[in-house]
């Protein structure tokens, strides 16, 4: 794996380039001091992974990872322990390693990385095998919630609604709001249970009560159902 070490420390830098040196599948391409000196290099490069320090003057390094269309897998290191939870909300972040950092927490993070960049299956193989998988099997997700991590079965969840820079999670005991965008809650739940009927709805659709021309009835809630996906809401319903 080819890697670059983002950190404004130089005994960071040689540390984590030190630590690099002692696993075979890993070459460091460049050290950089800021997070600016990364993109242009990155402009022009491409990596599979890169070790980011979060604390840096001008730009942290979730201000970098912001920058970035399609990043690489990230292993955050820093010496604040308090940005976990925060790091989690970020798909390429693979791992958080606090300094200092030892060696077998760095080969444990450097597994994790080489688990997660495993080849993935061919396309028949997802839509079948992978997909009836992973619906078969996950039966919960995280949400993050002022700096928690709250869990949610997924059977308990009737209605997941947009709302700006926010989602509204409805369950059969309480309300969530949840600072996430519609899409990217879609792709942790299960399709056997939701579809989003709407630009700015998902139903469970085990939770439906009643089917109207243009709109159904979840719990106490009217939800309208867009044309384009109520053929596919029929469908799922074996109403077709």
């Known amino acids: 794996m080819n890697c670059i070490i983002i950190d404004d420390e130089t005994a960071a830098r040689t540390i984590v380039s030190h630590l690099c040196s002692q696993v075979d599948s890993i070459k460091v391409l460049e050290e950089f001091s800021n997070a600016i000196q990364a993109m242009k290099f990155l402009n022009k490069n491409t990596v599979d992974l890169i070790f980011l320090d979060i604390h840096m003057p001008d730009f942290t390094g979730f201000d970098f990872i912001e920058t970035l269309k399609n990043p690489p897998k990230i292993v955050l290191t820093t010496s604040d322990k308090n940005f976990a939870i ?35 299956p061919s396309i028949s193989q997802e839509s079948s095998s992978h997909k009836s998988s992973e ?33 509204l999670i409805k369950t059969d005991e309480k309300n969530f709001t949840v600072h996430s965008t519609l899409k990217k809650i879609e792709e942790k739940l299960p399709d056997s249970l939701f579809l989003k009927v709407h630009r700015s709805y998902i139903i469970n659709i085990k939770k439906i009560i009643d089917i109207e021309d243009s709109s159904v009835l979840i719990a106490r809630d009217v939800v309208p159902i867009s044309r384009s996906n109520r053929p596919e809401l029929m469908k799922r319903l074996n109403l077709l």
């Open 86 to 120: 925060e790091a989690f909300e970020y798909d390429c972040i693979v791992d958080y390693l606090v300094k200092p950092i030892t060696l077998p927490r760095f080969l444990k993070a450097v597994q994790k990385v080489e688990n997660f960049s495993a080849p993935a």
């Open 135 to 167: 619906t078969s099997t996950e039966k919960e997700m995280y949400i993050n919630i002022d700096r928690r991590l709250i869990k949610l079965e997924f059977a308990k969840i009737y209605l997941i609604e947009a709302k700006g820079d926010y989602i």
